[in-house]
């Protein structure tokens, strides 16, 4: 595939095209399905194609085939230089991409248990690992619905300022949906996921089966002894979990830099962040907020990305302070400064746009216990059912699906859903503790027209907010 993928660049330059790049893409992998213990399904994943992206006369242009010989490939690439001669007669301003250093690399990530070398069979002894753990709980769960999904990513980059770069990632994850029906009450962990970069390995070492397992109890303890939490100001604790969702849906998304200069306010929402912003306060001093692909095995991890510019460690908000956004190229320029390798595409026939990657709240000075210890009335949120943001991504609410009551610094009986409306800035401002331990969770974040979902984490370290206001 090399020899095409570098064919489509010459062949753009040929046409008149400033910039040239081209993506080969190849996708392979599993997907076993399983319900109330019984197999559901197998899917089989296998797709790979190039893409190609042109600039000329200041226009952009896209086009891609899963069609790989040069004929079809050379008629993809005079797509795309049409298309980009089309839009560059109706744009304001032309399209320009930030200078940055490009490198010919090779990486990839390697599986200690290759997931290659197991049967489907193998592969579904870990989705009964979790039905075993569920049914052998003593808590009625009428509903459970599990699935596994495995698949490599093979792509290599080229563009006509000397960037070469090929990686090979695998994915693996579980996820479990459950029910839990007791006294004519229900209650649900809905998709929780389990997920990594490498092979199977990372999941024996995660063993889902057990947060399965404690997943059901504290479901069913909800139901026999959840009472309502309290009302009005008071001091909440949010979990790694509750951290993460906040920092990727109030933080992450609002400092996506073709959001802040109105690209997806068509489709995925605007920002209440403006350029001007940068360097302004919007939290206390102990939130710092980090955005990073490097993370070893994480969801969202690569080390170059689809514009093949290194990827680093982005500071979102450092020490309460707006510091950086997620940029591609063209964001960048027109800032005047350097992409942070934020372009990412779901696969070969997708343009690459601003994305997150593993997003999370940096970790503090505090124990779990010095967090709550001088806490006279609140509550400690663990996990989420719910949660609501405007597409400015400035007023949001999140309820809390397994949650308990602190009071005089101890943790008490468990709460009913209690709600946190509070606005981006009022949420961030309202912390002054966070822990020193640090979790993840991954999640599929959708964004774009079509829609690319991509793997992300998020999460971080606990955090303690004083005086906010909580509904029921």
């Known amino acids: 595939m090399h020899e095409l993928v570098e064919f489509a660049v010459e062949k753009a330059l040929e046409l008149g095209a400033k910039y040239a790049e081209a993506r080969f893409e190849e996708h392979s992998g599993v997907s076993i399905f399983m319900k ?80 290659r070398d197991y049967s489907g069979e193998e592969k579904m002894e870990y989705l009964k690992l979790i039905e075993e753990e569920v ?49 004519g009450q229900v209650e649900q962990a809905p998709f929780v ?15 889902p089966w057990k947060k399965a397992l404690n997943d059901v109890k504290a479901l069913h303890r909800l139901i026999k002894e959840g009472k309502k939490p309290p009302e009005g100001k008071v001091d909440v604790v949010i979990s790694p979990e509750v951290a993460g ?29 403006k350029p001007e912003m940068l360097g302004q306060k919007i939290g206390s001093e102990v939130v710092t907020v980090i955005e990073d692909p490097t993370i070893p095995n994480s969801w969202g991890f690569y080390l170059y990305d689809d514009e093949g510019v290194k990827a680093r460690p982005r500071y979102l908000i450092k020490d309460g302070i707006i510091t950086e956004f997620l940029m591609n190229r063209e964001y960048a320029y027109y800032l005047g400064t350097h992409s942070n390798a ?7 026939d997708r343009e690459p746009i601003v994305r997150m990657a593993n997003t999370y709240l940096a970790p503090g000075d505090y124990s779990f216990e010095e967090l709550i210890e001088d806490v006279k009335l609140g509550v400690y949120m663990v996990s989420f059912n719910e949660w609501n943001i405007d597409d400015r991504r400035y007023q949001q609410r999140y309820i809390g699906r397994e949650a ?36 993840f969770y991954p999640g599929t974040c959708g964004k774009g027209e079509p829609g690319q979902g991509v793997p992300v984490w998020m999460g971080g370290a606990s955090a303690r907010l004083r005086d906010v206001v909580l509904r029921r």
């Open 36 to 115: 109330n213990g019984n197999p559901e399904g197998l899917g089989i994943r296998a797709d790979r194609g190039i893409g190609v992206r042109v600039l000329v006369n200041g226009g952009m242009g896209f086009a891609s085939t899963n069609v790989l010989t040069k004929e079809s490939v050379s008629e993809a690439v005079k797509k795309a230089v049409k298309l980009a001669k089309a839009t560059s007669k109706v744009r304001n301003r032309p399209i320009e991409f930030s200078e940055e250093r490009f490198h010919e690399v090779y990486y990839e990530v390697r599986m200690k248990k290759d997931f």
């Open 193 to 207: 996921k389990t997920a990594f970069t490498g092979g199977l390995e990372l999941i024996e070492k995660a063993e």
């Open 342 to 348: 934020s372009a990412r595409a779901i696969n070969y």
């Open 404 to 439: 308990y009551l602190i009071e005089n610094g101890e943790i008490k009986h468990p709460v009913r859903r209690p709600i946190l409306e509070i606005t981006t800035k009022g949420l961030w401002s309202s912390v002054d503790a966070v822990g020193k331990e640090v979790e």
């Open 245 to 273: 969702i906040a920092v990727h849906e109030s933080v992450g998304h609002p400092y996506e830099a073709d959001r802040i200069f109105g690209r997806e306010a068509a489709q995925a929402g605007e920002s209440f962040v």
């Open 135 to 183: 049914l052998n709980s003593g808590v009625n769960v009428p509903m459970r619905f599990l699935s596994y999904q495995d698949w490599i990513a093979h792509k290599y980059f080229v563009n006509n300022e000397g960037a070469k770069v090929e990686s090979v990632i695998p994915r693996v994850s579980i996820t479990y949906n459950l029910v839990v029906f007791e006294e």
